[in-house]
């Protein structure tokens, strides 16, 4: 089998290519500089010339308050870019992984938001994710996977940045009202390997199991790393943004179950294997 993945730059384009070939399954990692998504053209020559067959497409626009000031520029990236990619699969008859977003719903409430609930996004990435989705849903052969508050070895997330923090201050006021489940990329890799060698076609929430706030995943960060940092619960009215960010990230995992996927450990396993990995 050999599979083309997107955004091999990125956090969890990386960790997918690492887990195919550990699978024995050749991938083909490519980014800007090899496939600029927003060109019809170079989508459809670097695909077609890859023979492969099949797709996981992790690339996209996730500035999410910079979305705010350049819409049709996200919009590019997160639906054009996803359209000429879904062409060459319908062209070629190939199955598409696709990665959206708990920013597709409302973040109200406290209930755990369906796989196939209705979309409500709070923002334009949330708008353009769901753009996104509704393109990859032209496709017979699609996999749609939302995720979460991820992060992994490859670029900056909230773990890197907190880790940062903490060895430069002894302080710091993080939001107690938005919850979610923090998602290790290593761990979704390997689900998203097991998800493409088969045809459970469909959309799907994959997330590390568990929830908590940014508050209490920032108290677990630097109790597993053993730094000394006092932590403020505040409102997200503490951290005003041009983007509006969901309160509730929860999401259920009905169709991981119903077909059969094994659900992700819970956070804090991830966690605490992650920092053990980058304190090396």
């Given at each position: 089998m050999r599979v083309l993945v997107t955004g091999v730059k990125g956090q969890l384009g990386y960790d997918i290519v690492n887990a195919l070939k550990k699978e024995n399954i050749e991938a083909i990692g490519v980014d800007?500089?090899?496939?600029?998504?927003?060109?019809?053209?170079?989508?459809?020559?670097?695909?077609?010339?890859?023979?492969?067959?099949?797709?996981?497409?992790?690339?996209?626009?996730?500035?999410?308050?910079?979305?705010?000031?350049?819409?049709?520029?996200?919009?590019?990236?997160?639906?054009?870019?996803?359209?000429?990619?879904?062409?060459?699969?319908?062209?070629?008859?190939?199955?598409?992984?696709y990665f959206s977003t708990d920013y597709i719903f409302n973040g109200q409430g406290e209930t755990p938001w369906d796989e196939y609930g209705e979309a409500e996004p709070l923002n334009v990435y949330g708008l353009t994710k769901c753009e996104g989705e509704l393109e990859v849903k032209k496709l017979q052969k699609y996999f749609i996977i939302r995720i979460s508050w991820v992060f992994g070895i490859n670029g900056k997330n909230f773990v890197k940045t907190m880790l940062r923090f903490g060895k430069e201050k002894g302080e710091v006021n993080v939001v107690n009202d938005q919850i979610g489940s923090p998602t290790y990329t290593y761990d979704l890799a390997k689900l998203c390997v097991d998800m493409i060698q088969s045809d459970a076609y469909g959309i799907y929430h994959a997330t590390n199991e568990g929830y908590c706030s940014w508050y209490e995943f920032t108290k677990e960060i630097y109790r597993v790393a053993g730094i000394d940092v006092k932590v403020n619960p505040v409102s997200s009215d503490a951290f005003p943004a041009k983007a509006k960010r969901p309160s509730n990230s929860r999401m259920?995992?009905?169709?991981?179950?119903?077909?059969?996927?094994?659900?992700?450990?819970?956070?804090?396993?991830?966690?605490?294997?992650?920092?053990?990995?980058?304190?090396?």
């Open positions: 800007i500089d090899e496939m600029d998504i927003t060109d019809e053209t170079s989508v459809n020559t670097c695909i077609t010339q890859s023979n492969v067959d099949a797709i996981i497409h992790c690339a996209a626009w996730t500035a999410v308050d910079l979305a705010e000031d350049k819409v049709e520029q996200c919009r590019r990236v997160n639906k054009d870019g996803t359209a000429n990619i879904v062409k060459v699969c319908q062209k070629l008859d190939l199955p598409l992984m259920n995992k009905t169709q991981l179950d119903k077909h059969g996927f094994k659900r992700l450990p819970s956070w804090q396993d991830a966690l605490k294997r992650y920092i053990s990995l980058i304190d090396e």
